[in-house]
């Protein structure tokens, strides 16, 4: 058995609430909530239930993906209290972990937060270290949906024009983001240690200075390590640079998703023109300078600068492709399955087309051509970053 202090994943995690939405209780909110067409756009803060209907609508209309601080506490357990929905862990550290655990790599968590939810669900060779004091209990809501969910109401008519997953988050400890003492002790051994979960602060104080002791005990890494960082929405966007700024020299890969993509750019990117993602992962890598720039899509993954990194790509998209079809329950033949799937036509030309601009600066996987009743869209990304990590530890990225 690999050592689970080799691979450090942080920095917090929670249980979430994940439901899927359907039309009928969508359209009565609709009417209860007297909510317009012309409504549909996100609202600045959540702070009742009524914003929250009206934060989804507006992203089920788009096909988008985010995630949100609620002021409401209550607003997140009514809306989950209206669906069916499933106990589950979250935050990327913790999915990832979950995921190199069905691949034999063990892990050390860094939490914030931990109560019998938690310990019932974790993964037996997941060890942890916990920054905080006493048990916690503050659920995400993981809504989910899918292709085609029509919701008519009122002057509201939409489709959605793809399933995606969003994420409404009022969490006291992740918030707060509080480092355990020993973390550089740790990170002394590590050989990959993944960074994730600042986008859920709100205090600009408690950011810069969890920040600086981050960087106290990261001096700790041994020569050689692989720094990861995973981005995400920001309750606060404009968090999202104050955390580059002090972490940019620290971090030898940095991940993100279409939708930190496009929000990096201001414009939307079509994914599948070589020449558009060109531009925009040129463009992205000027704006943070890290050795390697990953992006996973729905379509692909690439990763741009320094470092061999196919195999870990083609891993993270595998094990990403698996959980969108057999969610959490997957076993060893559905991932050999899925390996032998053929790969998209569309992103195998793209692919093709996006090596022949860039030349040997970029790696690029094609993604599975995948038709699915009810796919799983929560959790993608960090399943793609736990296949990657994975690799990492397997082929001894020293």
Request: aromatic share 8%; hydrophobic share 45%.
């Amino acid at each position: 058995m690999a050592d689970a202090s080799r691979t450090i994943l942080g920095l917090g995690g929670c249980v979430d609430y994940e439901l899927k939405l359907t039309t009928g209780v969508l359209e009565q909110l609709v009417v209860e909530y007297g909510i317009v067409a012309t409504e549909l756009t996100s609202p600045a803060t959540v702070t009742s239930e009524r914003d929250l209907v009206v934060s989804i609508l507006g992203y089920v209309a788009r096909g988008g993906g985010g995630e949100h601080f609620v002021a409401s506490a209550p607003a997140l357990s009514s809306f989950a209290d209206r669906f069916p929905h499933r106990e589950t862990l979250g935050g990327t550290s913790v999915r990832a972990g979950i995921v190199m655990s069905r691949l034999g790599v063990p892990s050390t968590l860094h939490l914030v937060s931990v109560n019998d939810t938690f310990r019932r669900l974790l993964p037996a060779d997941c060890e942890y270290i916990n920054s905080g004091v006493g048990d916690t209990f503050h659920p995400h809501l993981i809504v989910q949906y899918d292709k085609g969910l029509r919701v008519r109401a009122g002057d509201i008519d939409i489709v959605a024009p793809f399933p995606n997953r969003l994420i409404y988050v009022n969490d006291p400890a992740n918030a707060a983001m509080l480092l355990t003492g020993d973390l550089g002790d740790r990170l002394r051994k590590a050989d990959i240690f993944l960074i994730s979960g600042f986008n859920a602060m709100r205090d600009q104080a408690e950011l810069d200075e969890r920040l600086a002791s981050l960087k106290e005990h990261m001096r700790q890494l041994p020569y050689g390590a692989v720094a990861y960082f995973e981005d995400a929405a920001y309750h606060e966007p404009a968090f999202s640079r104050r955390v580059r700024d002090a972490l940019l020299d620290e971090i030898d890969v940095y991940g993100m998703n279409e939708d930190e993509l496009q929000s990096y750019i201001g414009r939307p990117v079509d994914l599948l023109s070589a020449e558009d993602v060109a531009q925009a992962l040129t463009a992205v890598h000027a704006l943070i300078p890290v050795p390697t720039l990953v992006l996973h899509t729905k379509y692909w993954a690439a990763a741009l600068g320094a470092g061999a990194y196919a195999d870990a790509l083609d891993t993270g998209t595998v094990m990403a492709a698996t959980r969108y079809c057999h969610g959490d329950e997957f076993s060893e033949e559905d991932v050999e399955r899925v390996r032998r799937l053929a790969r998209r036509p569309e992103s195998v030309a793209f692919a093709a087309a996006l090596r022949s601009r860039m030349g040997a600066t970029v790696d690029c996987v094609p993604g599975f051509a995948l038709d699915v009743q009810n796919p799983t869209t929560v959790g993608l990304g960090d399943t793609f970053v736990g296949g990657f990590l994975a690799e990492l530890a397997l082929k001894g990225h020293r």
